[in-house]
């Protein structure tokens, strides 16, 4: 079965500084995966996805991802943290052969203080 | 990307009511899911929305309680029914294209 997890519930970061959220999944054969963003009060917004190819995938936002296989990990980085980023993340993962539905980790509250 | 509308976005729902959320999705979409997102929670898949059949639910779901519709491509209806408390969520509608998804804003639903 595919599952995908968000170790960390919260993460802080000082505006300016560089952020990483943290996704690992466990899959069978080549995943399909992705990272969405949550404001309040609002639906789900897409920032990037790996489906195949480079494994450095650039995103909505100054967003960018790196899948590494041998790790399991698809962890959404940014350079320098805006106060505007703080929202909930929701890393995702799909396997080529499902029904094209997600399964979703738990998601991280991202918290950039100013 | 593709568009999602969905509606109502919130509501205030009696116990014993039901409601009926709708979601409409652009020609981009070929596959629609309905999802909830309990308080404080990640989201979890309630059903496949079938084009013209019953939807597909996944376990812990049902249709008596989770009716879907899905009359034509680009739309889709899910209802509430018989509602508690415990309904009180967020629930999303997705569509999906041939790699990602994408989400209406979600119909915020309080039981009282």
């Known amino acids: 079965a595919q599952s995908v997890a968000q170790p960390e519930d919260q993460v802080n970061v000082a505006e300016g500084n560089p952020l990483t959220v943290k996704c690992t999944y466990s899959v069978s054969g080549n995943p399909y995966l992705f990272w969405y963003v949550q404001y309040p009060n609002r639906g789900l917004q897409f920032l990037l996805k790996?489906?195949?190819?480079?494994?450095l995938v650039k995103g909505s936002y100054g967003f960018e991802a790196e899948f590494n296989k041998s790790q399991t990990s698809f962890h959404l980085k940014k350079p320098s943290a805006l106060v505007s980023d703080s929202a909930l993340y929701f890393c995702?993962?799909?396997?080529?052969?499902?029904?094209?539905?997600?399964?979703f980790g738990s998601g991280t509250q991202l918290t950039v203080l100013p | 990307s593709a568009v999602i509308s969905q509606k109502p976005s919130r509501d205030i729902c009696q116990r014993g009511t039901s409601l009926t959320i709708q979601c409409q999705v652009d020609s981009q979409v070929t596959m629609m899911f309905w999802y909830r997102q309990q308080p404080g929670q990640s989201l979890t898949l309630i059903a496949t929305?079938?084009?013209?059949?019953?939807?597909?639910?996944e376990s812990g779901f049902v249709i008596d309680k989770f009716p879907i519709s899905r009359p034509n491509l680009t739309f889709s209806t899910l209802t509430v029914s018989n509602m508690s408390p415990e309904d009180s969520s967020i629930y999303l509608c997705s569509g999906s294209g041939r790699t990602e998804a994408f989400f209406g804003q979600g119909t915020r639903l309080t039981v009282v």
């Open positions: 790996y489906i195949t190819g480079d494994n």
């Open positions: 995702a993962v799909r396997y080529p052969g499902s029904a094209r539905q997600l399964t």
């Open positions: 929305a079938n084009q013209g059949s019953e939807a597909t639910y």
